[in-house]
């Protein structure tokens, strides 16, 4: 008989994580998860201490977009001067004004079906690794959940 080995988050985590400051302003991080091709990052303090994270949606929040009220290319078309200057000024908070907070984490040894079910539970698309000192070590992300299927 087959023996089935459970796999954890560290089998599945991405390492090379992409942070970013609190003191980041949130033009920065706009152009940073851009950049990397990325929707959310770990944020960090001045001692590399894991304090929140900054998501896409986040973002949206400052410029209250709402999707199910309109699309959002609808929006800019008809209140473009609106749109644009929300932004602009959405751009200028740092990033520890805005982030989710606290930080909702796994560690290493975490199994892939704990971690889906926190990001279900919690309704969150990403959940930062920290090893036993607190440390960022990795990241796990919604499609890093299909790894454990196909791995």
């Given at each position: 008989?087959?023996?089935?080995?459970?796999?954890t988050?560290?089998?599945?985590?991405?390492k090379?994580?992409?942070?970013?400051?609190?003191?980041?302003?949130?033009?920065?991080?706009?152009?940073?998860?851009?950049?990397?091709?990325?929707?959310?990052?770990?944020?960090?303090?001045?001692?590399?201490?894991?304090?929140?994270?900054?998501s896409?949606?986040?973002?949206?929040?400052?410029i209250?977009?709402?999707p199910?009220l309109?699309?959002?290319?609808?929006?800019?078309?008809?209140?473009?001067?609106?749109i644009?200057?929300?932004?602009?000024l959405?751009?200028?908070?740092s990033?520890?004004?805005?982030?989710s907070?606290?930080?909702?984490?796994?560690?290493?040894?975490?199994?892939?079906?704990?971690?889906a079910l926190?990001?279900w539970?919690?309704?969150?698309?990403?959940?930062p690794?920290?090893?036993?000192?607190?440390?960022?070590?990795?990241?796990?992300?919604?499609?890093?959940?299909?790894?454990?299927?196909?791995?």
């Amino acid at each position: 008989m087959e023996v089935i080995k459970i796999k954890t988050v560290k089998d599945i985590m991405s390492k090379g994580v992409v942070s970013v400051r609190t003191t980041n302003s949130v033009a920065e991080v706009i152009k940073i998860l851009r950049d990397n091709h990325i929707s959310g990052a770990p944020v960090l303090d001045e001692e590399n201490e894991l304090k929140g994270i900054i998501s896409e949606y986040d973002i949206l929040k400052l410029i209250e977009y709402k999707p199910f009220l309109a699309p959002f290319l609808e929006l800019l078309e008809e209140h473009p001067d609106d749109i644009l200057n929300a932004v602009r000024l959405a751009s200028k908070k740092s990033v520890g004004e805005v982030m989710s907070k606290p930080p909702i984490t796994v560690n290493p040894d975490t199994s892939v079906s704990e971690a889906a079910l926190l990001m279900w539970d919690k309704k969150v698309n990403r959940l930062p690794v920290v090893d036993k000192n607190g440390n960022l070590v990795g990241i796990i992300a919604r499609a890093d959940l299909l790894k454990a299927f196909y791995e």
